[in-house]
């Protein structure tokens, strides 16, 4: 269920084939699996055809409903390094029978590993399963970029920039992370992820430190902040460690050069966000905290969750720089990934496509997507720059499965077509010796005559998939499902697995 890879999922529905059936409800799940909690939703999708007349269908989704929502359940761990699959199989089953719903019943959804949980030993094998027996076609993912942006959508800032007009920031803050997606009308701009969340220090309701995360402790030595485990807290300290973290998530969102201590918490290559958003919406369990104004004044009111997590809000909703961002009210909050990865995150693709039979499901492709905005002219010129980009993923997987993304032709014309089937074919090379699927997404709408082209060119059976108006980028995975709705959608997961 997981590999390594970026950020953006989507859950892409593309039409197959004609059919009387206009419209179709499917369930569609969201599980995620965090550094605290664990928790689930369960969505419906509408889906339709809004072809007018003999035009040529376009299959979209028309509605998104929550229809269950799960409790909050602390994630179940086996000693400090290892995800209790039991525990957590236990509680996902007892939420579908709450739900009345089956695992047959699912035709779609995702299983997030956020922060600190997909650092354990077993995260990996963890989600794959929880993702085999969640229905159909539920994807495993993981990454903190992916987690900023559905989180982003499940709260709300993305559809608020697109109504507003307006950049809008959504900082998901949780045990482990917090997770910065910036939103330009509906779309994601940024993003940036900081070791700063509430199980930085955890407390026993005596206020004992129970442990100290590796970035508690990087914050400890560049501050001076004196904190052992197995010690007594002192609330004034605790309080300088929370203002210092909020003080580094301030300087990103500000688009400030960080310091030394900032650069130590950020995770990945990203080191400031080159935009200033307009507006701000909080999310996850901290992020709660913040809005519903959670007190910390003493040492009991901060290890009410044994951890720092009502004091990190009180630093992050009195932090001088974050109170001159306009603060919006979410739509979720500690809810928030869960409903982007079963909802929110869905999106609809083209529809003339071309998809031999037998060859489906197929699960996590890696995505090789060339540079430029355009793709050559010339079947040399095509051969050369799509050489280059499969040289670049890696020279020794001639035999991967792999699926090959290409931006716009100039032209859409017969030649052009034709020219980028012999491309096409000419740069694989070796891989079509093994008979790997040939697997081709595309932004323009000739994901059928390519398909058909391949095809001749090939004259292998089962072997060639061409998918219309899905977007995806270098680093990507696909899932690719079995078609639905009488045979006219094929769901696509476009998805990061990136487990630390």
């Not at 699960?363 to 540079?371: D, E, Y």
Request: proline share 4%; with cysteine.
């Amino acid at each position: 269920m997981g590999e390594a890879g970026r950020s953006t999922q989507a859950v892409q529905v593309i039409e197959s084939s004609q059919s009387s059936r206009s419209t179709q409800v499917i369930l569609s799940v969201g599980i995620d699996l965090g550094t605290t909690t664990t928790k689930m939703v369960v969505s419906e999708l509408t889906l339709r055809n809004t072809a007018l007349g003999a035009a040529i269908p376009r299959i979209e989704i028309t509605g998104k409903k929550v229809v269950y929502r799960s409790g909050i359940h602390f994630t179940p761990l086996t000693g400090e390094d290892r995800i209790d699959a039991t525990a957590v199989f236990r509680i996902i089953e007892e939420e579908y029978r709450r739900a009345g719903v089956s695992g047959r019943e699912i035709k779609t959804g995702a299983v997030i590993i956020t922060g600190e949980a997909a650092k354990k030993a077993n995260a990996e094998e963890v989600v794959h399963l929880l993702a085999d027996r969640a229905g159909d076609f539920v994807v495993a993912t993981a990454g903190p970029d992916l987690e900023g942006i559905l989180a982003g959508k499940g709260s709300g800032a993305a559809e608020r920039s697109r109504k507003a007009g307006r950049l809008v920031a959504n900082l998901d803050i949780g045990g482990g992370t917090t997770n910065i997606a910036v939103f330009w009308k509906g779309n994601v701009l940024e993003t940036c992820t900081l070791e700063v969340g509430g199980r930085a220090v955890e407390i026993e309701a005596g206020g004992k430190i129970r442990r100290i995360s590796r970035a508690a402790r990087v914050v400890a030595a560049e501050t001076g902040i004196g904190l052992r485990e197995g010690r007594p807290a002192a609330l004034e300290v605790l309080r300088r460690l929370a203002d210092r973290m909020a003080a580094c998530v301030a300087a990103v969102l500000d688009g400030k050069e960080p310091d030394r201590l900032t650069r130590q918490l950020l995770v990945g290559e990203r080191r400031k966000l080159s935009v200033r958003p307009e507006e701000i919406l909080y999310s996850g369990g901290v992020g709660e905290l913040i809005m519903v104004g959670a007190p910390a004044a003493t040492l009991a009111e901060v290890a009410a969750y044994n951890d720092i997590g009502p004091l990190l809000a009180v630093s992050l909703r009195q932090n001088s720089v974050l109170v001159r961002f306009l603060t919006v009210q979410p739509v979720e909050t500690i809810r928030a990934t869960v409903v982007g990865a079963g909802a929110q995150a869905t999106e609809v693709s083209g529809t003339t496509i071309f998809v031999e039979d037998g060859m489906l499901p197929l699960k996590n492709i890696p995505v090789v997507k060339p540079a430029g905005e355009l793709v050559p002219d010339t079947e040399a010129e095509i051969a050369a720059w799509l050489g280059q980009a499969l040289h670049f993923f890696d020279s020794g997987q001639e035999k991967a499965t792999l699926a090959v993304a290409l931006p716009p032709l100039r032209e859409c014309g017969f030649g052009n077509v034709a020219a980028l089937a012999r491309g096409i074919v000419a740069a694989l090379g070796p891989r079509l010796d093994g008979g790997e699927p040939v697997i081709v997404l595309l932004s323009d709408d000739v994901a059928k005559a390519l398909g058909q082209m391949l095809k001749l060119e090939i004259s292998r059976p089962k072997n060639i998939i061409c998918l219309d108006q899905v977007k995806v980028e270098n680093g990507d995975y696909v899932d690719i499902g079995r078609p639905l709705s009488d045979g006219r959608v094929v769901p696509v997961i476009a998805k990061t697995l990136a487990f630390a």
